[in-house]
């Protein structure tokens, strides 16, 4: 972890560097857009954590943010020439199908990849088709640290009872980097990118949004680890949701990230564990599916701590332990 004045150096050598070094550290199309053949599932977040107040180092601590498998989806990056509907959007380079874990629905989005930047040029599903003139900004590369990419464009949304025109303003910022501590890792070059689109219904403006989504990636991880969407809408509402990335989806995610592990005996266990906890701190444990069994403080103690888990049925669960802005992380195996 940098220390602040780690921070200002780093910051200082980027502003006199040449363009070598700052194309170096920004965000390339590798890191935010995922190759043809990739697959991933995301979780639907149990709770929308809260933003923590500006500091330097920048630390996100999320590591009890969970999601779940009851709401959800999996993407899949499909070559065109599997989905024949695609000749009908000229330019598409990659089509990213996303299917909902709770009822199948299947969506279909059609990208048109650029050099700097990646554009939807349609979004199809079983109920709504949409078409984007001349394509709606999604990703933009590489961005530096502060960089804002805006574009502008206009749809029209048809649906078996309605056709809708809109007209749409997307930024795309490069935020903040800083260690983002998630339950299955901490990544501590993580970036932060904020999307914000305004969407205006050209013939009724109290249909109107502004959605603004905060995704986090990490340095050669092209799938999101972390997504928070507020949707404003014209009569003052607000809805919030989230995803967690599903790290059991991504193979070699845990060598990517930066663990602690915590001592846990035995293993496997008939229902009793010991884990040593000489700091003590906050602890919880869940499931491999994300629910949350056992939540509760534990004081430092020099010798090992009995954790009863003899009602839980057998199978592998997970926990963290935070003390002092640390976090450590294990397994338990029950029989």
Not at 153 to 174: A, G, K
Not at 254 to 271: I, K, W
Not at 311 to 323: N, T
């Amino acid at each position: 972890m940098r220390s602040a004045y780690g921070y200002m150096m780093v910051g200082l050598a980027g502003l006199l560097s040449g363009t070598s070094n700052i194309n170096a550290q920004a965000i390339q199309q590798g890191d935010v857009l995922a190759p043809i053949g990739a697959t991933w599932h995301m979780r639907s977040l149990q709770a929308i954590p809260t933003l923590p107040v500006d500091e330097i180092p920048t630390i996100w601590p999320f590591a009890d943010v969970l999601g779940n498998d009851v709401f959800g989806a999996t993407f899949h990056v499909l070559d065109p020439a599997m989905v024949p509907v695609s000749a009908a959007y000229p330019g598409t380079d990659r089509v990213l199908h996303e299917q909902q874990d709770e009822d199948d629905r299947d969506t279909y989005t059609f990208l048109d990849v650029q050099s700097q930047r990646c554009l939807a040029l349609a979004s199809n599903d079983a109920l709504v088709s949409t078409v984007y003139s001349p394509g709606a900004l999604v990703a933009a590369y590489p961005l530096v640290l502060g960089m804002t990419v805006s574009g502008s464009d206009c749809s029209t949304s048809v649906s078996p009872t309605s056709l809708t025109p809109y007209c749409s303003e997307t930024e795309i910022v490069f935020l903040k980097t800083g260690l983002l501590q998630l339950h299955f890792g901490e990544f501590d070059e993580a970036r932060l990118v904020r999307t914000r689109r305004i969407k205006v219904n050209q013939t009724d403006r109290t249909d109107s949004t502004m959605t603004e989504t905060l995704t986090w990636f990490a340095p050669g991880v092209p799938y999101p680890l972390l997504q928070l969407v507020t949707v404003n809408y014209a009569n003052g509402d607000q809805a919030h949701s989230g995803h967690i990335l599903d790290e059991t989806s991504i193979v070699g995610l845990e060598e990517m990230a930066t663990t602690s592990e915590l001592h846990v005996f035995p293993v496997p266990s008939n229902g009793d564990v010991f884990l040593d906890a000489p700091n003590g701190g906050d602890l919880s444990v869940f499931t491999t599916d994300g629910r949350l069994i056992h939540q509760g403080r534990l004081v430092a103690s020099t010798t090992p701590v009995r954790l009863e888990l003899g009602d839980r049925p057998g199978g592998v669960y997970h926990g963290i332990l935070q003390h002092n802005g640390l976090v450590e992380r294990f397994r338990i195996i029950l029989e």
